[in-house]
């Protein structure tokens, strides 16, 4: 696979996977018996939830692509693959908590 491709697609799974966890985190948090950790994401989730979802997908794919635009520099395209990889763990263990518990 070239870099151009892995890169990529890291830049797809980060939007991807940052959608998914506001949505989880709407569902369980908001709206479920979990509680947000980060005070942050905590505070904006205290209104309706369109903020906090707005905030959280905006700056996360703003970020992301210029990550992506700027993919050229490797520090970005660590940058890049560290938090796909996170937010693809992140996704995982959101599936975890809600199969097996």
Not at 6 to 11: D, M
Not at 17 to 27: E, F, G, M, R, Y
Not at 47 to 68: E, H, R, Y
Request: proline share 2%; net charge positive; aromatic share 14%.
């Amino acid at each position: 696979m070239t870099q151009k491709i892995a890169i990529t697609l890291a830049a797809i799974s980060l939007i991807i996977s940052n959608v998914l966890d506001a949505i989880l985190t709407l569902k369980y948090i908001k709206f479920g018996p979990l509680t947000e950790a980060n005070p942050i994401m905590a505070w904006l989730l205290e209104g309706d939830g369109c903020a906090f979802a707005f905030f959280k997908i905006f700056v996360t794919t703003l970020l992301t692509i210029s990550l992506w635009l700027n993919r050229k520099h490797k520090s970005a395209r660590i940058c890049l693959y560290v938090c796909a990889s996170f937010y693809v763990s992140l996704i995982i263990w959101w599936f975890l908590v809600i199969f097996l518990i």
